[in-house]
């Protein structure tokens, strides 16, 4: 129900966007958020949109540089990187749950995707 695509391999400053296709349900009743998990670290959260796309969260180390959007009539969310730091590099995955949109642990979003792979080079 939820696919990413967009990763690659970028340089450091350089811009990445990322998109994940979901389900009509998915995109239309569901908060939806990004996480990303680098190489022997925990899953974290990146940033969340609530269904409307009226609220978004971000997390402290990507505020100003990421923004998170919404096309419910394409079915589709966006997460555009900009400035990409090295330790940006991860596996970024797209996540849904039912409910009020929260910036939370992995544990509070119930549906995910295969994840995505973002590499930035220094």
């Known amino acids: 129900q939820l696919e990413e695509s967009g990763g690659g391999l970028v340089q450091a400053g350089d811009s990445l966007r990322l998109s994940c296709l979901a389900s009509?349900?998915?995109?239309?009743?569901?908060?939806m958020a990004w996480f990303r998990q680098a190489p022997g670290k925990e899953r974290e959260f990146v940033a969340a949109?609530?269904?409307?796309?009226?609220?978004?969260m971000y997390a402290d180390s990507v505020k100003g540089r990421f923004t998170i959007s919404k096309d419910n009539a394409k079915n589709m969310l966006f997460l555009q990187m900009d400035s990409l730091k090295p330790e940006d590099t991860a596996v970024y995955y797209c996540?849904?749950?039912?409910?009020?949109?929260?910036?939370?642990?992995?544990?509070?979003?119930?549906?995910w995707g295969q994840g995505t792979q973002v590499t930035v080079s220094s």
């Open positions: 996540a849904a749950r039912f409910g009020t949109v929260k910036a939370g642990g992995p544990d509070e979003y119930g549906n």
């Open positions: 009509e349900t998915l995109i239309e009743q569901y908060a």
């Open positions: 949109s609530s269904w409307s796309g009226g609220t978004t």
